[in-house]
Each structure stands twice: as structure tokens, then as C-alpha cells.
């Protein structure tokens, strides 16, 4: 069995929806849990002590432990003080759960300034402000467990959702970055982008006649997205640098490819005209690699030139 006795887990946006049901079972299966939502709505506006608070009393109740953060995410002071709430009540920090998000949806030609920056600063900048604190204090101690949540928005592009997209494959590029340079330190760093019928699904449709008549809805319950983020929170987990999507029951990696493509040679002088004869060279999704940095790619280019690295 899977299991975090003994282990400290912070989850951001744990008061609805996906966040809480991760802070549930991260609880149930052992783990001590901070609990961190500032409950504001959707798109962000506004915030609810309650909200976290009734999750740590459902945590308690069912026998568990976990404190309630409501510090937000989206400023340095904030996930300096969501991290020390882990340590300060209960001594360490294992797992983080980069989960706190708003939504709204707005077409790019319309999309203001302000509405740019406030989906950046909750999705990206809380993801930054939160994890950096917290692989410094995993750093130390040898061992850490990140599951940043991102989106197949993000990944593949949504309508309406420029803001929300670029906010969430940015989280991608974070994970990256802290998967290789955790590496040496035992840490791990891993996404999720999940599929949940949630408050997000339901302002976004609005009519619920509408969305009772969506069959897809119903198969997927928010329940199905908690094994994948469960197991990558683990001690089991061993991977890193990867990204998981999570629909309906169905879990599935997600990987940037490198084509082959066409190289000019090591003293080739190419041209606009000889992209374009070489375009279905250049352009091939198979054979691919999935380099596991910007360094891999630059050494196949060079093996492949006869460069010496």
C-alpha cells in the first residue's frame, strides 16, 4: 500500500474541488497535511477562512492531521509563510501539491493587461513562490515529492483561455528546471493535467441543463484524477521531469518530442529555399527523442555534425 506515515504535505487550493480531495486521501493514507486555500472565487476575487478550515475538520474528524493555511500563493510573503506552516507545526516538508488556480474565459483579442497578470500570478508565480521555499527545506533534508498541475490547455492550446494556458504550461517549464536540478538532492518534480467535473467545468458552461446532457461529464468525476497525483506524491515514485494526463479513468504520459529533422551539415550555408524543399524532413514527427535537457539536444546536434562536446 501506498502510504505517507510520518510524511508532511502541502496542498495549495485545498479547500474545493481537486485540491481537497488530494489533501483528503494525502491524510488518509498518513500524511499530515497544510491545508492552503484563501477561498476566493473562481476568478479569483474575494476569500473564505472557512473554506480551509472545514477541510482540516474533515481531515480531523476522520482520524487524520492538518493544519489550514490561508496565505495566498500569489506573493513571495505568502509561500514563505504556507512553507513555514509545514515546518513550524509539524517539523518537516515532503510533498507539495502546486494545485491553487483561478479561471475565467475571455478571447485574446479582448484579454487585459490585468487579467494577464492576475492568471500568471496565482498559477505561475504561486507555483514559483511556494516551491522555491520548499526545495530549499528538501534540499536540506535529502528527499521531496513535487506534483505541479497543470492543463492540457496549457499543453495543447484552449480557446479563451490564452491567459490560463500560457499560466499553466509555464508550470511545466518550473517542473523541468527543478526536476534536474533536484535530481542530485532527491527530489522530484512531476505534472498532472487533469480532467475533473468541478466549479471550473460548471462556470464555464453555466446552463446545468446543458451540462446534464454532456455525457462525458459524467465520467469525469474529479475522483479519478487523485490516484496519478497520490502516486507521484509517493515514496514509490521514482520518475521525474515527466508529465501525466489524467481523463476519465484514463492516465497517460505527455512528452515534448524532438523530430530528426534535416540538418544542413557542419559547413552547410542553408537557405529559406532549403527549408522549404527539405519541409516534410524538417517537419517529420518520426523518429523522435524526448531529451531529458536543453543539453541533449545540443550534444545529438553535435554528434551528428562530428563536433566534438
Known sequence: MIEFTGQVAIVTG?????????????????????????????????????????????????????????DSVASPHGGEAIVRAAVEHFGRLDVVVSNAGIFNSIAFEELSVDDWHRMLSVHLDGGFFVSQPAYRVMKDRGYGRFVFVSSSGGMFGQPLEAHYAAAKA???????????????????????????????????????????QIGFLKVIRPELVVPIVVFLASRVCEVTHHNYSACAGRFARVFVGLGQGWSAGRDGEPTAEDIAAHWSEVSATEPFTVPESI????FSVCARLGVTT
Not at 538532492?185 to 453555466?206: C, D, K, Q, W, Y
Open 14 to 70: 485545498a479547500g474545493r474541488g481537486l485540491g481537497r480531495l488530494y489533501a483528503l486521501e494525502l491524510a488518509r493514507r498518513g500524511a499530515a497535511v497544510v491545508v492552503n486555500d484563501v477561498g476566493g472565487a473562481m476568478h479569483g476575487d474575494g476569500s473564505d477562512s472557512s473554506v480551509a478550515d472545514e477541510v482540516v475538520a474533515e481531515i480531523e474528524r476522520a482520524g487524520g492531521t492538518a493544519v489550514a493555511s490561508h
Open 170 to 212: 509555464g508550470l511545466v517549464g518550473l517542473a523541468n528546471v527543478i526536476a534536474i536540478e533536484g535530481a542530485q538532492h532527491g527530489i522530484v518534480a512531476n505534472t498532472v493535467l487533469p480532467f475533473g467535473f468541478s466549479r471550473m467545468v460548471t462556470e464555464t458552461v453555466g446552463d446545468p441543463e446543458a451540462l446534464e
Open 295 to 298: 543539453f541533449e539536444e545540443v
